[in-house]
């Protein structure tokens, strides 16, 4: 069995930090792509960033220069540092893993639970 878990949403000030963490846990073999989505009331759900297997980074245009995505292997956790946080980064924000193989022969895809992001002005 598989499960992310993640933490780190909070309340904060504008221009404020926050770190989101994501770890999977099983017995797990390897993970493809990491990233982060992110809805905020009424709105589609958002891309804001995304780690390959070979740490290649991608960012929504929003987030670039304040968000930094990380990832760890040894602990199937990917991070996103959230630097200089504006009101409109008030969201849900849901990580996800990709291509995530487990056990014998398991592969599949995998997303958190969601993780509350209020950011006060």
């Known amino acids: 069995q598989v499960q992310l878990v993640e933490s780190g949403g909070g309340l904060v000030q504008a221009g404020g930090s926050l770190r989101l963490s994501c770890a999977a846990s099983?017995?797990?073999?390897?993970?493809?792509?990491m990233g982060w989505y992110r809805q905020a009331p009424g709105e589609q759900r958002e891309l804001v960033a995304a780690i390959n297997s070979a740490s290649a980074t991608n960012y929504a245009d929003s987030v670039k220069g304040r968000f930094i995505i990380s990832r760890d292997n040894a602990k199937n956790t990917v991070y996103l540092q959230m630097n200089s946080l504006k009101p409109e980064d008030t969201a849900v924000y849901y990580c996800?893993?990709?291509?995530?193989?487990?056990?014998?022969?398991?592969?599949?895809?995998?997303w958190g639970q969601g993780t509350q992001v209020t950011v006060s002005s």
């Open positions: 099983g017995s797990i073999s390897r993970i493809n792509a």
């Open positions: 996800y893993h990709l291509g995530l193989g487990y056990g014998a022969s398991g592969v599949g895809d995998y």
